[in-house]
């Protein structure tokens, strides 16, 4: 019997299980999570908490100290550097154990043993938790009515009127502007039309002249081979 043993020995010898508890802390402390029986994690949260207990205040006795357990520089630097500014501000309860179920081969119950502050998925809802939320809803409204609903001095209110009726008066002034524009075009293009038109009508009468003295001729000459024509035909008539 082992009435009043604490000391879960896993099966093994001093030297065994001593190797074999250094060697899970430094996984779990460069992995960030392992998975393990639930004997072997039971015993592991036993022998690495108060080494990362130690770790919070950084100096060269906690760093030999550390080292003696883990015999690795590179696992005890990642400790120092990493894991325990994120520790800092928790008094104990680094690490979690979930249960996974039952291993196939000897029914032996497993479980994932990871460490607490680096569990993105709850430190995210821890987050979400603790933000403020504001119970006022509705349509947005625009900074000028912002400003006239929470500022509501008669300087204030007059000062924004001005400004509308401004805005107002500039965007009017542009609109007369655009419309007096399309309204003297066609009147420019018009009088240009009666200034060119004299030089135009000189030309068009010259060309009808030519036009005409070329078809005098033309039906002239038409004429005189008609003449010249109808005796040959009474003769063959004859």
């Not at 010898?13 to 994690?41: D, F, P, Q, V, W």
């Not at 430190?123 to 947005?140: F, L």
């Not at 009508?201 to 038409?222: F, R, Y």
């Amino acid at each position: 019997m082992r009435h009043g043993k604490k000391v879960n020995h896993l099966s093994r010898k001093k030297g065994h299980r001593r190797n074999l508890l250094s060697n899970m802390a430094c996984s779990l402390i460069e992995h960030k999570r392992i998975n393990t029986t639930l004997a072997k994690a039971k015993a592991l949260r036993v022998y690495v908490e108060p080494l990362l207990t130690k770790s919070k205040k950084d100096s060269t006795h906690s760093r030999r100290t550390v080292f003696s357990y883990l015999q690795d520089k590179e696992i005890v630097a990642e400790l120092f550097r990493e894991v325990a500014p994120k520790i800092a501000t928790r008094n104990g309860g680094y690490t979690r154990i979930i249960r996974t179920g039952y291993r196939l081969g000897d029914n032996a119950e497993m479980c994932m043993i990871e460490l607490v502050d680096f569990n993105e998925i709850y430190t995210k809802e821890a987050k979400t938790k603790t933000t403020r939320r504001s119970r006022r809803g509705g349509k947005k409204t625009s900074s000028a009515e912002h400003v006239v609903t929470e500022e509501t001095t008669p300087e204030v209110t007059e000062a924004v009127v001005e400004d509308a009726v401004e805005v107002s008066a500039t965007e009017a002034t542009e609109a007369v502007v655009k419309d007096a524009v399309e309204v003297t075009a066609p009147e420019t293009t018009e009088d240009e039309v009666e200034e060119t038109s004299p030089e135009a009508t000189k030309d068009v009468v010259e060309d009808e002249d030519a036009v005409d003295e070329t078809s005098a001729e033309t039906t002239s000459e038409e004429d005189s081979k008609e003449d010249d024509n109808a005796p040959e035909d009474d003769k063959k008539e004859a």
